[in-house]
T-cell receptor, first 111, second 116 residues
Framework: DAKTTQPTSMDCAEGRAANLPCNHSTISGNEYVYWYRQIHSQGPQYIIHGLKNNETNEMASLIITEDRKSSTLILPHATLRDTAVYYCIVRGTTGANNLFFGTGTRLTVIP | NAGVMQNPRHLVRRRGQEARLRCSPMKGHSHVYWYRQLPEEGLKFMVYLQKENIIDESGMPKERFSAEFPKEGPSILRIQQVVRGDSAAYFC??????????????FGEGSWLTVV
């Protein structure tokens, strides 16, 4: 049921910005884009979500293209603790209320 | 504000025994979700509950697994007659409710079940 496509893995140098892309070409008008991450042996951690406007919080920024068919999660200054699997999830606010996790992107931050 | 609390964090059961995993949602949350993650695999949805009601159990195995979220107390995921293939991490999550503003789902740290 995953409606998103993400690269399998990415590397990022410590201190640099990590840009994680996600394609969701079949997204519908009432569906949001959510990002979670899972650090090894921990529970998934909510990062950010958005509908059509760019969003920013203390963890990351979310850039959504104007046609909403893709988005990018930006970690502005990656640290070693940001090494994790990052999941991009498309989710509506009505009907099915759960999250469907795909395979995500394994981000490795390199010292 | 405490997050989603799961216990036990680690549980070892012999084949044929019962496993009970408990989940207390975040304060003010009335929606609970259970997910399972097998070793080296992704997270798979199991069941979605509201107080005293099962809303979606499409991901639950047909036998031996059950879940409840009573009016008072934590949500319980019960696995009867455990087998080695049940060894996994079980994650509970909660949300405030439906609709965009209260719909963000937050996860607990998981319960690791090992069947020997």
């Amino acid at each position: 049921d995953a409606k998103t496509t993400q690269p399998t893995s990415m590397d990022c140098a410590e201190g640099r910005a990590a840009n994680l892309p996600c394609n969701h070409s079949t997204i519908s008008g009432n569906e949001y884009v959510y990002w979670y991450r899972q650090i090894h042996s921990q529970g998934p951690q909510y990062i950010i979500h958005g509908l059509k406007n760019n969003e920013t919080n203390e963890m990351a920024s979310l850039i959504i293209t104007e046609d909403r068919k893709s988005s990018t999660l930006i970690l502005p200054h990656a640290t070693l603790r940001d090494t994790a699997v990052y999941y991009c999830i498309v989710r509506g606010t009505t009907g099915a209320n759960n999250l469907f996790f795909g395979t995500g992107t394994r981000l490795t931050v390199i010292p | 504000n405490a997050g989603v609390m799961q216990n036990p964090r680690h549980l070892v059961r012999r084949r044929g025994q019962e496993a009970r995993l408990r989940c207390s949602p975040m304060k003010g949350h009335s929606h609970v979700y259970w997910y399972r993650q097998l070793p080296e695999e992704g997270l798979k949805f199991m069941v979605y509950l509201q107080k005293e009601n099962i809303i979606d159990e499409s991901g639950m195995p047909k036998e031996r697994f059950s879940a409840e979220f009573p009016k008072e107390g934590p949500s319980i995921l019960r696995i009867q007659q455990v087998v080695r293939g049940d060894s996994a991490a079980y994650f509970c999550a909660s949300s405030q409710g439906t609709g965009h503003s209260g719909n963000t789902i937050y996860f607990g740290e998981g319960s690791w079940l090992t069947v020997v």
